[in-house]
């Protein structure tokens, strides 16, 4: 399938680009090239600030997934679901959707994915002052990474891990 590229306001044209996003949205004649677009439009969205936004594309796209029997798509957009939704404060929408986007990843033996998933769940852990929860997630995350050599994710789980180890007080730790 060719890529997709879709309009989104710039500086110039907030409000047309905006338009031709939501008439390409409307215009999609294929259910798949829909989920495909909305995913791709939430996360544009997500990448402007824009949450409310990215988490009305991504809702859908998951209710288009789910009727499709895609789980290896749907996993992925459970997971960007649960990040909008952290960023948001929903927390039970967020945890909802990370652990399901989990198990999804478990059963596909997908570790990139399922690390991140670990460290999101890990973040609202850590939002929640679940503070052991969450360093048992980031410390998961954390050797899921290591192992993957993922030197960018390492840094920020590391960092992370040493903000909850200060929430514990735990100064030589963090």
Known sequence: MPPISLPWPSKREPRTGRAKTLSFLTNVVSPRIRAKALRMASRVAFGRGDLDVAATFIRESVVMLRQFGDRRHLGNVLQMLGT???????????????????????????????AG????????????????????????????????????SVGLTLFNLGLVAEDQEDYPRA
Do not use: M, V
Request: some cysteine; glycine content about 2%; hydrophobic content about 35%.
């Open 84 to 114: 909008i939704a952290r960023d948001q404060c929903a927390y039970p929408e967020a945890l909802a959707a990370l652990e399901e986007s989990l198990n999804i990843h478990q059963e596909r033996q997908d570790q990139e994915s399922i």
């Open 117 to 152: 998933d670990l460290f999101q769940l890990g973040l609202i852990a850590r939002q929640q002052s679940e503070l052991p929860r969450a360093q048992s997630l980031l410390d998961q995350a954390l050797k899921i990474h290591s192992g993957l050599n993922d030197r960018r």
